[in-house]
Each structure stands twice: as C-alpha cells, then as structure tokens.
C-alpha cells in the first residue's frame, strides 16, 4: 500500500496544516468539496475500464485512490453506489489479471 493518501492531484485534497482566513475557522486537513469528489470519481469510472490492458502504475496504485476516494462517498446523494460499482468493477478486473 502506498504511504500516504492520494486523490489524483492537488486540487482534489489538501493536506498539510489547515488554513487559516480572517474571520473563518481553520478547514480541517483533508477536506474535500463535492464538485472534487464528483471530478475525481467521474475521472476514475472513465479510466478503470482500460485497466485491463493494465496500467503502468500498477493495480495497487489504482485499488488506492478508489479506497482513498470513498471515504468521501457521502458527498453526493449516489456517491455511495457509484463507489460499490466502481469497486465490484475494479474487483473483476483484479481477478481477470490474476
């Protein structure tokens, strides 16, 4: 597993100390909007497919962001179902490869 969380880029998580505005409480680290979480599952249902003629970056890498994604499925109302079908289809391509 790889050591630290990825969400695909920098837009999507920020990590590191949280930020501080004038008349604003600190954002807790690792926040996400749900516009980003849509961007990035949307990213993730279109290139998941092509995994099974593999991927330079290795199925780890890509099981990763999927679990690293769905700790924020509950950002949108079908964030939940997108997740467990995103999963079952990274499943079957883990299994095809095997």
């Known amino acids: 597993m790889l050591p630290h969380a990825l969400y695909g880029s920098g837009r999507t998580c920020r990590s590191g100390p949280p930020i501080l505005a004038a008349g604003h409480q600190a954002l807790a680290v690792n926040t996400m909007l749900h516009n980003q ?41 079908d964030g939940k179902t997108r997740m467990a079908r995103l999963l079952t289809l990274f499943d079957e391509i883990e299994r095809l490869s095997a």
């Open 37 to 77: 979480f849509e961007d990035e599952l949307r990213h993730l249902e279109q290139i998941i497919p092509f995994l099974v003629r593999g991927s330079p970056l290795g199925l780890e890498y890509w099981r990763h962001r999927i679990i690293s994604l769905s700790a924020h499925q509950r950002l949108l109302p």
